[in-house]
Structure formats: structure tokens, C-alpha cells
């Protein structure tokens, strides 16, 4: 007997519309079980007897007759359309901005000159605050009686006469600098240094880019196993023009190494209705030599597409943000201990040992998998409301030892 | 989409009245062939082909050209056809006036509303049957199926063209393959196991 989602891949098959992962999945149903093959025969020539052989010609050509009715309407032209009121008021607003700024530019070149003697007439009027410090050539009084007087300035009154006292006397031999210091050793060159400490050295780590489809390939597997030895925990950017189909793929690659995928609902509902978001296929239940099998397979199917549903393949070690986005995602806490409070806080045997045995014990260690939408920080909810996560976290019990957590990222790729 | 299809429509959009002529003279086949399904009459299909053409060049500036022309142009005839057929079914009704069993002629529900499949049909005792099973499906079913088989659309296109999600158009073409299935042989297809994951969007 077949089940639905056989029968659903039969139907596919015969709408002639099966992916590169579904028609492997297909051509096994196929060997498996003869009765889907004798179904598929069937719906096939139901399909068949449908398919009109031939299309019939239409029986009067209708080109001449819808030229004549398109002939008049104007299709290419842009038809300027007749000003409206919004646009004549917009109009009658630049003239008047125009106009205002040219009488306003008029009025202050015509009134410049006005400026200046206002100004010049402020500056007499000013006090000088600080007289002990004026030079003769800053003294504002002398300055006002050197500028010559215009029929305007008569008006003011005379000023009082400038006291002696007032007018700093500038000493004729000013204060020299101080001596320079004297200087040991070569001031130019630095000398030979005696002992000199090594110098750190900073490894540069770039991300390892590579074509996905070689992933089972002996160099990029090798590459692989070297990268896994050198950080706690890595995420795999894979760019996909057909993130479904990518999807697919990846899930049936992780079945063929005994891992359990479970999706989240609400990524299941986006992939559904199509909606272009990146997918995480996050794991951490495998060890290095496994996850490089599991890409391996992934690289063998991909092989078998036309087109390849995944084109290209970033490795990069997990960094503070990617921390961030597992815990804010899943609820997984991956950040490295801190040095020197690699233990935490010191407790006494009895506090909760018994306890985290005993759950040891009751959680099952599957290798497990979980799909969730990798969504921006603001678009998130909290893991602890999906009961897929839940289940993930449930079935993925402690990590064991060995096993090096890996974010995949499937992005879309436009 | 067709590269001759793209340089006929930029020609056409420029004022080149015969690149348009080309286009119709690629494509009206098709086009009466699905407007008479829809329509069952030869001279209203001829109407439905014409009106699609015309009203596809005034919208011509707005084919953006991310899907084929044909889905394009088999969205605005079915679209015409549909109204014709409405339009069609009004006026009859109208001018039959009151019907046999004192009822008003017009007919709130409108179920042959997509497709009268068999009338286009040559009439052998096999075509027959498979025309009769066919008219026997829901209109939903019926019209997802022949937009498959009959005029080759893709799933994608399907769903442009009625305005549904792509998971719906898949679903609908597995239940209306096994629906006919069992028209037209009973009980040919059994019962089968509820799987994990069998949940449709329809």
C-alpha cells in the first residue's frame, strides 16, 4: 500500500516536475514497490489520452483583424498629460522664489556700504576690555582716531583723552628661551637593543571558499579536516538559487549519515509559501570526520544535478555573532569559557550532582539536526516557543566528546 | 523568456505595429485552442482571441518580462474568457425569462464556469468517457488539470495565472490525477496510509 507522500511523488512525476533529490527518491520507489510503478503507468496514460495530439489551427487568422484595432491607440507615445492645478501652483512657487531672491540679493549689495559704517561705528563705541595686554597697534582708540571721519560720524561725542598709564610699554629686549636639554646616547638612530623579546605572532584566518559541488572532492576534504581541527565550532555559508531544492538535498544527506532533521513550523510555513528567507541547519551531534562524510555526501548528490542546487560554499570558525545568533535562534549556548573561569564557581558535590545524572541518563543522545528560519535579531522568537526546538534540544541531550557544532546557512541566492 | 518574443515586444512597444502582428500570428493557435475550451463555441473563441490581443498590446508597457509571454497572454485570455462566458450566460438566461419549474433563469451558480471540456473534443466512445470523468471533477480540479496537460503549463505559471500559492496548484494536480482515476476505473487507486508529512496547503 502506498502512502500519501509516495502517491504525491508519483504525481509529481507525472506532472513531469520532480528535483534533482525527489527523482532519486522516485526511481527507488520505483524498484521498491511495483505497485507505484504500475500507478505511475497508469496516471501517465491518463495524462496522455488528455494531450491533444495535434492543436487545430485557428480557423480564421485574426492578425490582420487585431492590427486594424490596435492601429489607432496610441501605444508608444508618452502622452504628456495637461498641467494640473498641483503642477501650476508649483510653477507660480518657483517664479516667486526666484523673484524673492533676486530683490533680497539687490537689497543687500545696494545696502552694503550702509553695513559697513554701522559697523565701523560700533567698533568706536566698544570698551577695551583688557587694556593691560593691548599693544599700541591693538589700542582700539587709536585705531578710531586713524579712520577718517564722514559727516555721519560727527554727531558722536568727543571721546575722553587716553590716560599714560593705560598703554602697556613693550619691552625693548624680550626674555630668551631656555637652553635646550642636553641629550645621552644617539637621539637619531635607536641603538642596539640587548636581548630583545620575540615578537608575537597573530595568525590571519581567511574564510575557506570553495565550489560546493567539490565538497567529495580529496583536496577540499582534506582542507576540511584541517580547518575542523582548529576551532570549537564553524559556520558553512552555502549560496543556493533553489533553496528548496538545496534543502532537500541536505536533509537527505544527513539521513544517509543517521541524523534526525527535524524543521521548525514556523520555517516549514515560509518554504511553503516560497518566501525567500535563509534556512540554518544547525548540528552539533557530529564529530569532525563525520561532518566531513556528511559533506562528502552532500558534494556527491550535487553532482548529480543539472544545475547543481547549491553553487558556492563559505567555511569560517563561529565568531561572538554567530554565538550570538545560535543562543538567540536555538538556545544553545556555544560562547567559549572565559579563561581562568573555565570551571565557574566552585560547589560542593551534593548540591546538584544527583540531579544531572539522573537527567543525563533520561536524555536520549541521537544525532540530531535541527531546520530553523535564520532571521535578523529583530525578526526572531524566542526558541522556547516552538515545540520543534524543544524537541531538537530534548533528542540532542549533552554534546558528546569530539563533536564540533556546525551552523548551516543556506542563503538565497538572487 | 523567448529572445524573438523579447525583440518583437520592444519593437511593438516602439511603434511597430507588425512586430505585434508576429506575435499574434505566433500565438493565436494556442490561444483559440484555450479560449474554445473555455467558451465551447467557435465564434465566441474567435471574439475571446481577438479582445485578448488587443487588450494585451494597451498593457503591453506593463509586461515586465520575468515570466514567458504565452503565461502572460494565456492569463489575460483566460481572464476574457471567463468574462465572455459570464456575459453569455447573463443574456441567455435573461431572454429565457422564467424557467420550467418557475424559477428565475439566472443561475446563482456558476459551475461550468471554467471549462466545458468534451464539447472541443472528437467524439469516440473512449473520448467520451474520459470527457465525461473530466466533467465530473470539481471546476478547481478539472481546470489545474487540463492547464497541465492540455496546455503544458508549468506549476509556477498555474499559479500566476489563477492566483494561487504553487503548494496549492501541486496539491490540487494530485488530488484531480487520482479523482480521475477513479472515474474512470473504480476503485483502481485504493486507500492509501496517512504518511508523516502529508499535510497540503489546499
Not at chain 2, 13 to 28: D, K, M, N, P
Not at chain 2, 106 to 124: F, H, I, N, Q, S
Request: proline share 8%; with cysteine.
Amino acid at each position: 500500500m502506498l502512502t500519501i507522500p509516495e502517491t504525491q511523488l508519483i504525481a509529481a512525476a507525472v506532472d513531469g516536475e520532480l528535483s534533482g533529490a525527489r527523482a532519486h527518491a522516485f526511481r527507488q520507489l520505483l524498484a521498491a514497490k511495483p505497485e507505484a510503478a504500475e500507478l505511475f503507468r497508469a496516471l501517465k496514460a491518463d495524462a496522455a489520452r488528455l494531450r491533444p495530439a495535434t492543436i487545430r489551427p485557428i480557423p480564421v487568422s485574426q492578425v490582420s483583424a487585431v492590427l486594424a484595432r490596435i492601429r489607432p491607440i496610441a501605444q508608444p507615445k508618452i502622452r504628456r498629460s495637461a498641467p494640473t492645478t498641483r503642477s501650476l501652483l508649483l510653477q507660480y512657487a518657483i517664479a516667486a522664489s526666484v523673484f524673492f531672491t533676486l530683490c533680497s540679493a539687490s537689497f543687500w549689495v545696494f545696502t552694503a556700504g550702509d553695513r559697513r559704517e554701522q559697523e565701523r561705528v560700533q567698533q568706536r563705541r566698544l570698551p577695551v576690555t583688557n587694556p593691560t595686554h593691548a599693544t599700541p597697534e591693538q589700542d582700539t582708540f587709536a585705531i578710531a582716531r586713524s579712520i577718517p571721519r564722514t559727516p555721519d560720524v560727527k554727531s558722536i561725542p568727543e571721546m575722553p583723552p587716553i590716560p599714560p598709564e593705560v598703554v602697556v610699554q613693550v619691552p625693548k629686549d624680550p626674555e630668551l628661551a631656555p637652553a635646550p636639554r642636553s641629550a645621552h646616547g644617539d637621539v637619531v638612530g635607536s641603538g642596539i637593543i640587548e636581548n630583545p623579546k620575540p615578537l608575537a605572532e597573530n595568525a590571519l584566518r581567511l574564510p575557506y571558499i570553495f565550489a560546493a559541488g567539490e565538497l567529495d572532492q580529496m583536496d577540499v576534504q582534506l582542507r576540511l579536516k584541517e580547518e575542523f581541527a582548529q576551532d570549537p565550532a564553524f559556520r558553512l555559508d552555502l549560496f543556493s538559487k533553489n533553496p528548496a531544492a538545496a534543502l532537500e538535498l541536505l536533509q537527505a544527506s544527513a539521513k544517509q549519515v543517521g541524523l534526525t532533521v527535524t524543521a521548525d513550523a514556523r520555517t516549514q510555513d515560509f518554504l511553503a509559501k516560497k518566501v525567500p528567507v535563509a534556512v540554518a541547519f544547525y548540528l552539533d551531534g557530529l564529530t569532525a570526520p563525520e561532518l566531513a562524510a556528511l559533506l562528502a555526501n552532500v558534494g556527491k548528490q550535487l553532482q548529480t544535478q543539472k544545475p547543481p542546487a547549491i553553487g558556492s560554499a563559505h567555511l569560517v570558525p563561529m565568531g561572538i555573532a554567530d554565538f550570538r545568533d545560535v543562543k538567540e535562534s536555538l538556545g544553545i549556548d556555544l560562547t567559549p569559557p572565559r579563561p581562568g573561569r573555565a570551571n565557574g564557581d566552585p560547589k560542593s558535590i551534593s548540591s546538584d550532582t544527583l540531579g544531572k545524572v539522573a537527567g543525563a541518563v533520561k536524555k536520549a543522545t541521537d544525532k540530531a539536526a535541527i531546520v530553523v528560519a535564520f532571521l535578523p535579531a529583530t525578526a526572531r522568537t524566542a526558541p522556547a516557543q516552538s515545540k520543534e526546538i524543544k524537541a531538537f534540544l530534548d533528542k540532542r541531550g549533552d554534546r558528546k566528546a569530539g563533536a564540533l557544532p556546525l551552523l548551516i546557512v543556506l542563503r538565497p541566492q538572487v | 523568456m523567448n529572445p524573438d518574443d523579447r525583440r518583437l515586444i520592444s519593437e511593438a512597444l516602439a511603434g511597430r505595429t507588425a512586430s505585434f502582428g508576429e506575435l499574434v500570428l505566433r500565438y493565436q493557435d494556442r490561444l483559440y485552442h484555450v479560449a474554445n475550451r473555455i467558451v465551447d463555441n467557435p465564434d465566441d473563441a474567435l471574439d475571446v482571441v481577438q479582445d485578448s490581443f488587443v487588450n494585451a498590446y494597451q498593457s503591453l508597457a506593463s509586461f515586465k518580462g520575468d515570466a514567458e509571454f504565452f503565461t502572460w497572454l494565456y492569463r489575460i485570455a483566460f481572464n476574457t474568457a471567463i468574462s465572455a462566458k459570464r456575459r453569455k450566460r447573463s443574456a441567455v438566461s435573461l431572454d429565457a425569462g422564467v424557467g420550467k419549474n418557475g424559477e428565475l433563469g439566472l443561475d446563482p451558480e456558476d459551475r461550468t464556469v471554467d471549462v466545458a471540456p468534451g464539447a472541443a473534443m472528437e467524439r469516440t466512445e473512449d473520448e467520451r468517457m474520459l470527457a465525461d470523468a473530466v466533467a465530473k471533477l470539481s471546476p478547481e480540479h478539472r481546470t489545474v488539470l487540463l492547464m497541465k496537460d492540455i496546455d503544458g503549463l508549468k506549476y509556477e505559471d498555474i499559479a500566476v495565472v489563477m492566483g494561487v500559492p504553487i503548494g496549492t496548484v501541486r496539491s490540487r494536480l494530485h488530488r484531480a490525477r487520482f479523482e480521475l482515476r477513479n472515474l474512470l476505473e473504480p476503485g483502481s487507486v485504493g486507500i492509501v496510509e496517512q504518511g508523516a508529512g502529508a499535510a497540503s496547503p489546499d
